[in-house]
């Protein structure tokens, strides 16, 4: 039996290491939040399926990512009314 095979076969217990080019099957344990992978070595959060956020709850680290991208989309926004006042003043 191929291990893909065997991983659907245990019924979806066993998830995959999400980092491109590794895949390796793994079970997690009952309320386990963190995966290193035996493999490639890279850390995730298996509540957040994202890499592991070390010092931070997910809900922490998620707000964090908001304000981040919050900040980017208010600086965009600024630029582009700035061109467009350049544009609007060059007429």
């Not at 998830?15 to 080019?21: F, G, N, R, S, Y």
Request: aromatic content about 8%; some cysteine; proline content about 4%.
């Amino acid at each position: 039996m191929s291990v893909s095979k065997a991983v659907e076969a245990a019924g979806g217990t066993i998830l995959w290491c999400p980092t491109p080019d590794c895949g390796y099957p793994f079970e997690p344990y009952q309320g386990q939040a963190e995966y290193n992978c035996m493999n490639c070595s890279r850390t995730y959060c298996l509540i957040c399926k994202i890499v592991f956020h070390t010092g931070k709850t997910c809900q922490a680290y998620h707000a964090e990512l908001k304000a981040i991208a919050d900040a980017e989309a208010k600086r965009i926004a600024d630029l582009a009314a700035r061109v467009a006042a350049e544009l609007n003043a060059q007429r």
